[in-house]
């Protein structure tokens, strides 16, 4: 091919224009689940117990949470059974041991299901929509 070195190695250029679908605004967001990187481990069902670090953004990209930063050792609890907050048990329904996970969680999400608190303490700010970053350990 005309031009092209004879090596066979071709240095392309690129510079981003846009990005779609474009990351939504936090705070008018639904529950969501992204998958940030996937181990092929075995996944966590619903009344499995799951051990995870987890870092909790405000919309202003504050840190507000980091379970690393309160201690070395990772969170443990069962989804299903309203230890934590609603949408970190429903965000980690299905996570594969050893991935990550960011939860875009809105307000409606930040209490447990069947209790009043939850057992494990997460500082949340009211009627806010936080980011939520969740590392499972295998």
Not at 23 to 30: C, F, H, M, T, V
Not at 54 to 65: E, H, M, R, S
Not at 84 to 105: H, P, Q
Not at 109 to 132: C, D, G, S, W
Request: proline share 11%; charged share 20%; glycine share 10%.
């Amino acid at each position: 091919r005309a031009g092209m070195p004879a090596d066979g190695m071709v240095r392309f250029e690129v510079k981003l224009l846009s990005l779609s679908p474009a990351i939504p605004n936090p705070d008018e967001a639904p529950f969501r689940i992204a998958n940030i990187s996937a181990s092929g481990g075995k996944p966590v069902l619903c009344g499995e117990t799951v051990k995870a670090h987890i870092i909790v953004w405000g919309a202003d990209g504050k840190k507000l949470y980091s379970s690393r930063e309160q201690g070395e050792t990772p969170l443990s609890f069962t989804p299903g059974k309203s230890e934590v907050f609603f949408g970190l048990e429903a965000g980690t329904v299905g996570i594969a041991l050893g991935s990550t996970r960011t939860l875009i969680v809105p307000p409606q999400f930040q209490k447990p299901l069947r209790r009043e608190t939850p057992l494990i303490y997460i500082p949340l700010p009211a009627n806010q929509t936080v980011l939520v970053d969740v590392e499972s350990i295998p």
